[in-house]
């Protein structure tokens, strides 16, 4: 065999051992996004959800002076309701932001289409509020960042439906370069104006400056506000929510986790609290992996891990998703390094697009705790059908097609015989 062509097969059986029909997408250049409309339009224009039936509206304007007002309603073009929120701005060395508007609004119904304009100008735009029962479908993505893989991700994300939009953490990568984030927020806007996006911090977020700026998260904090008092945290870096029967927990890896760290007792306290009569599902994003079999980022949960593995163990959370690893790994139920039935289904997600690449090179032999890995760009979907069953699904890009390539269904731990017990709400069953 001619020399290269045997190079190459080496390194396709080396990075390919979870399918065999695919060939791996290489990186793909900067999307660039411009702002074409007058500076008093809004852009950048996303939605969030706060507490049970309020949804904040997000967007950036050159011009200054427009007011941080949202006009909105059920029909199209006719708006019966105004609300009222605040603006921010901020500088990051020689850059200054746009006028940063935060409106939320409400009550809102479930399920429910609203159209709106953000300060009394511009174009309409429109979402549809989350279900208040199950089923309920979320999107997951990591490691979104802003090429033309990012954008092929959106697309197969929006061509078919779903709720809510959660990601662990690494959004715009712009390392500094705060344009970025403004073209970020263009890139996305057309997705995240329409559903609501929620989010937790990644490493690219820290835009740490010794002495200038050590606290960072100046931007990420100022673009992308999260609920977090709502949820008695005093940090954006980590907060919950309730959405449709599930509770969902936002934690910050770049932030103190620690067993006397405020996250931590905000943690404990939150867990406590939960009732799962009311949220029988409880999820957990964060951003640097616990378990990973990947080459890229070995270790760097492993505190995080040490410190709260167990409080989530015991509260029986069902599922922990990651991203920081650009690829897509799922583990089985694992708690201390070991299969249990009762501890989180733990998966890996931070395949969205960004401009590093994938991380193609794993550990050999694989663990026996992992049930499927690969270096690809995608997406995932877990679809909570009820109180008990959910269907999780890895949706790889594949050229210009979002193809189905892990699937798996599992029950919630709540419901099981076994492992629900002595958590709230199980006695009701
Ligand atoms: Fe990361």
Redesign the pocket.
């Known amino acids: 065999m001619h020399r290269s062509l045997l190079l190459l097969a080496i390194f396709f059986l080396r990075t390919h051992d979870a399918s065999v029909d695919f060939t791996r997408q290489p990186p793909r250049p900067l999307v660039n996004t411009y702002h074409d409309g007058p500076e008093s339009h809004p852009q950048q224009v996303h939605v969030s959800l706060v507490g049970n039936k309020y949804m904040k509206v997000s967007w950036v304007t050159d011009e200054h002076n427009v007011p941080s007002v949202v006009d909105f309603g059920k029909v199209s073009g006719k708006y019966d309701s105004l609300a009222t929120g605040e603006t921010t701005s901020y500088s990051y060395f020689l850059y200054s932001s746009g006028k940063i508007h935060h409106v939320t609004i409400g009550p809102l119904d479930p399920a429910t289409t609203y159209y709106y304009r953000c300060g009394g100008t511009g174009p309409e735009f429109n979402f549809r509020t989350p279900p208040e029962k199950f089923p309920i479908e979320f999107v997951v993505v990591g490691?979104l960042g802003q090429t033309e893989w990012t954008s092929s991700t959106l697309d197969h994300i929006n061509a078919s439906n779903y709720d809510v939009l959660l990601l662990p953490?690494?959004l715009s990568y712009a390392d500094t370069h705060q344009p970025l984030w403004d073209s970020f927020g263009r890139l996305v806007g057309p997705y995240a104006s329409q559903r609501p996006w929620m989010v937790t911090e990644?490493?690219?977020e820290q835009e740490i400056f010794p002495i200038i700026y050590p606290k960072g998260f100046k931007a990420y904090n100022a673009r992308w506000p999260m609920p977090h008092e709502e949820s008695g945290s005093k940090s954006n870096l980590y907060y919950s929510f309730d959405v449709a029967g599930t509770h969902i927990i936002m934690l910050g890896s770049y932030t103190d986790f620690g067993v006397d760290s405020d996250q931590y007792k905000w943690l404990a306290n939150d867990l406590e609290k939960v009732d799962r009569l009311l949220t029988p599902w409880l999820i957990v994003l964060l951003?640097?992996p616990w378990y990973n079999s990947n080459a890229a980022?070995q270790g760097e949960g492993e505190s995080m891990r040490l410190a709260m593995e167990q409080v989530l163990y015991d509260s029986r959370v069902d599922m922990v998703f990651a991203?920081?690893v650009h690829a897509y790994e799922r583990f089985t139920r694992v708690f201390n390094n070991n299969a249990t039935p009762c501890g989180p289904i733990y998966v890996t997600i931070?395949d969205g697009g960004n401009r590093e690449g994938l991380a193609m090179i794993y550990k050999e032999p694989s663990p026996s705790i992992s049930l499927f890995r690969e270096a690809s760009f995608g997406h995932g979907r877990l679809r909570i059908m009820n109180e008990t069953h959910a269907r999780w699904s890895w949706h790889r890009n594949n050229d210009s097609a979002s193809v189905v390539a892990d699937e798996v269904w599992f029950e919630s731990l709540r419901s099981s015989p076994s492992c629900g017990q002595n958590i709230q709400g199980h006695d009701e069953l």
Request: glycine share 34%; proline share 0%; charged share 15%.
């Open positions: 490691d953490g690494d990644g490493n690219h951003h640097a980022h991203g920081h931070g």
